[in-house]
């Protein structure tokens, strides 16, 4: 019997149940929450996209988790092809790094998408062993006069509840599919992502526009500033590398800290 092709997903936040035992090729970021997240689903093998690297190499974190639980994993280099763009990825991705258990199924850096998935995708894998829980991901850091600063390693986590209020997210700063209502789900007064190296045509800056247009102050932060993936990272250590209109308009500035920014956003709240 033929095995399944390969999924092809903007997210590791869109597998579900139906991933179990796949071959998966998610446009998130190569961080340990990303690789935990397909983890969850049983995947069989994984590639994500390097985010840039960054700060204590996070960007590609999540191959180190895999390879120690026997998952077979890559990443795709930013610079060739869109974060948050699954299809981009298969079409023109290039390998950056890859895992023990991938290198042994010939992957190498370099290596085409399609070519990493067609060898992933043959290779009769097991699915993930289903992993421990996660520390919490959803922290609120601050609060002044109602209006709440959550810090979140992943912007699925953000909920309706959270309109009004200030998101610091560990997730990219680039829209699922190049769709706008994939910025942000709710209606938040200022979000802040990692840019994840700006990347293949700029697509690691291109929820700033998307935020803007529903009057959201939003900006990212370096991916050599805060870790990838951990939104107290975000919050503690990320400076601000880009930044819409109505950021701006509040105070906001590139170069300042995430905490400044988000400072400035209250003063002018």
């Given at each position: 019997?033929?095995?399944?092709?390969?999924?092809?997903?903007?997210?590791?936040?869109?597998?579900?149940?139906?991933?179990?035992?796949?071959?998966?090729?998610?446009?998130?970021?190569?961080?340990?929450?990303?690789?935990?997240?397909?983890?969850?689903?049983?995947?069989?093998?994984?590639?994500?996209?390097?985010?840039?690297?960054?700060?204590?190499?996070?960007?590609?974190?999540?191959?180190?988790?895999?390879?120690?639980?026997?998952?077979?994993?890559?990443?795709?280099?930013?610079?060739?092809?869109?974060?948050?763009?699954?299809?981009?990825?298969?079409?023109?991705?290039?390998?950056?790094?890859?895992?023990?258990?991938?290198?042994?199924?010939?992957?190498?850096?370099?290596?085409?998408?399609?070519?990493?998935?067609?060898?992933?995708?043959?290779?009769?894998?097991?699915?993930?062993?289903?992993?421990?829980?996660?520390?919490?991901?959803?922290?609120?850091?601050?609060?002044?006069?109602?209006?709440?600063?959550?810090?979140?390693?992943?912007?699925?986590?953000v909920d309706?509840?959270?309109?009004?209020?200030?998101?610091?997210?560990?997730?990219?700063?680039?829209?699922?599919?190049g769709r706008?209502?994939?910025?942000?789900?709710?209606?938040?007064?200022?979000?802040?992502?990692?840019?994840?190296?700006?990347?293949?045509?700029?697509?690691?800056?291109?929820?700033?526009?998307?935020?803007?247009?529903?009057?959201?102050?939003?900006?990212?932060?370096?991916?050599?500033?805060?870790?990838?993936?951990?939104?107290?990272?975000?919050?503690?250590?990320?400076?601000?590398?880009?930044?819409?209109?109505?950021?701006?308009?509040?105070?906001?500035?590139?170069?300042?800290?995430?905490?400044?920014?988000?400072?400035?956003?209250?003063?002018?709240?």
């Open positions: 019997m033929p095995a399944e092709a390969p999924l092809v997903l903007d997210s590791v936040t869109l597998l579900g149940a139906a991933a179990r035992g796949r071959v998966a090729l998610c446009a998130s970021h190569g961080g340990v929450y990303a690789a935990w997240y397909a983890a969850r689903f049983g995947v069989a093998g994984l590639v994500l996209h390097d985010a840039g690297v960054g700060r204590d190499r996070a960007g590609v974190a999540g191959l180190g988790w895999l390879a120690a639980r026997g998952v077979p994993a890559a990443c795709i280099g930013h610079a060739s092809a869109r974060i948050g763009d699954g299809a981009d990825m298969a079409a023109r991705g290039l390998l950056s790094a890859v895992n023990a258990p991938a290198a042994a199924l010939g992957l190498a850096e370099g290596m085409a998408a399609a070519d990493a998935l067609a060898r992933l995708g043959t290779a009769a894998l097991p699915p993930a062993e289903a992993p421990d829980a996660m520390d919490e991901a959803r922290r609120q850091v601050a609060e002044h006069r109602g209006i709440r600063v959550l810090a979140l390693d992943s912007n699925g986590l309706p509840d959270d309109a009004g209020h200030i998101v610091a997210t560990g997730s990219h700063g680039g829209l699922l599919g706008p209502e994939t910025a942000v789900k709710a209606a938040v007064l200022a979000a802040i992502y990692n840019d994840a190296g700006g990347g293949a045509d700029g697509a690691g800056f291109s929820r700033l526009p998307a935020l803007e247009a529903r009057g959201i102050a939003g900006a990212t932060v370096s991916c050599f500033s805060a870790r990838i993936g951990d939104g107290m990272s975000t919050w503690q250590d990320g400076y601000v590398s880009a930044l819409n209109a109505t950021a701006a308009a509040r105070g906001g500035r590139i170069g300042q800290s995430a905490r400044d920014f988000v400072a400035a956003i209250l003063e002018h709240a």
